[in-house]
C-alpha cells in the first residue's frame, strides 16, 4: 500500500527555520516526482514545490529563496527545510506523489506549522 | 502573474448532474496543462479524484469525469449523492509547477 506520513510541524516563531519530512512507504520516492501542498487555516490549496525524479525542483513564488525541497534515498523519505518563516506561512503541509503528467496521489495526512511569536 | 479560476459554489439536487470548471484569468487551458481535480471535507487530507484531463484515480466512482469544455477544464458529476458536498480543487501545471483555484464549494440539496 502506497503511503506518506508527515512530521515536523510545530510553533516557531517569526524569521525560524523548521525542517519537515515525509516518509513513503509502498513506492520509490527517488523515482517518482513528489510535491509539497500547503493549505492556511480557513484558505484553499496552495502548491508549494515540486522535485522530479532527475533532481529538478521549483518553487512558488511565494516560498523562492526561503523553503528547500530535497530527498534521501536511503531513507525514502521527502524533506521540506522552510527558513525565514513568516506568519503568513503557517498552514498545514501536506506531501504528496505526483502520478501521471502532473497529478497529486496519494496525499499524507498533514503537519501543522504555526508561525507566530 | 496568471491566475487559475474556478466557481466559488455551485449546488446540486441529489441525483443530478453537475459541471464544474477550471479556467485561467488569461489563455485557455488545454491537456497541455494537464488539469487534475481534488476533493476535500474539512479536516480531512484532499483526495484525488481526477488526474491528467480525464484519468480517475484508483477506487474513483465513473460517476466523476474530467474533460476540457471549451477553453475550460471541467469535472462532471453525474448522479450527485449527499456525500459529494465538498469543496473541490482544481491545479494546472505550469512551467514546472503547479497552481491551485481557489476551490469550488458544492452543496447537495
Known amino acids: 500500500e502506497v503511503q506518506l506520513v508527515e512530521s515536523g510541524g510545530g510553533l516557531i516563531q517569526p524569521g525560524g527555520s523548521l525542517r519537515l519530512s515525509c516518509a513513503a512507504s509502498g513506492f520509490t520516492v527517488s523515482s517518482s516526482y513528489m510535491s509539497w501542498v500547503r493549505q492556511a487555516p480557513g484558505k484553499g490549496l496552495e502548491w508549494v514545490s515540486v522535485?522530479?525524479?532527475?533532481?529538478?525542483?521549483y518553487y512558488a513564488d511565494s516560498v523562492k529563496g526561503r523553503f528547500t525541497i530535497s530527498r534521501d534515498n536511503s531513507k525514502n523519505t521527502l524533506y521540506l527545510q522552510m527558513n525565514s518563516l513568516r506568519a503568513e506561512d503557517t498552514a498545514v503541509y501536506y506531501c504528496?506523489?505526483?502520478?501521471?503528467?502532473?497529478?497529486?496521489?496519494?496525499w499524507g495526512q498533514g503537519t501543522l506549522v504555526t508561525v507566530s511569536s | 502573474q496568471t491566475v487559475v479560476t474556478q466557481e466559488p459554489s455551485f449546488s446540486v439536487s441529489p441525483g443530478g448532474t453537475v459541471t464544474l470548471t477550471c479556467g485561467l484569468s488569461s489563455g485557455s487551458v488545454s491537456t497541455s496543462y494537464y488539469p487534475s481535480w481534488y476533493q476535500q471535507t474539512p479536516g480531512q487530507a484532499p483526495r484525488t479524484l481526477i488526474y491528467s484531463t480525464n484519468t480517475r484515480s484508483s477506487g474513483v466512482p465513473d460517476r466523476f469525469s474530467g474533460s476540457i469544455l471549451g477553453n475550460r477544464a471541467a469535472l462532471t458529476i453525474t448522479g450527485a449523492q449527499a456525500d459529494d458536498e465538498s469543496t473541490y480543487y482544481c491545479v494546472l501545471y505550469m512551467g514546472g509547477g503547479g497552481v491551485f483555484g481557489g476551490g469550488t464549494k458544492l452543496t447537495v440539496l
Open positions: 522535485i522530479y525524479s532527475g533532481g529538478s525542483t
Open positions: 504528496a506523489r505526483g502520478v501521471g503528467a502532473f497529478g497529486l496521489d496519494p
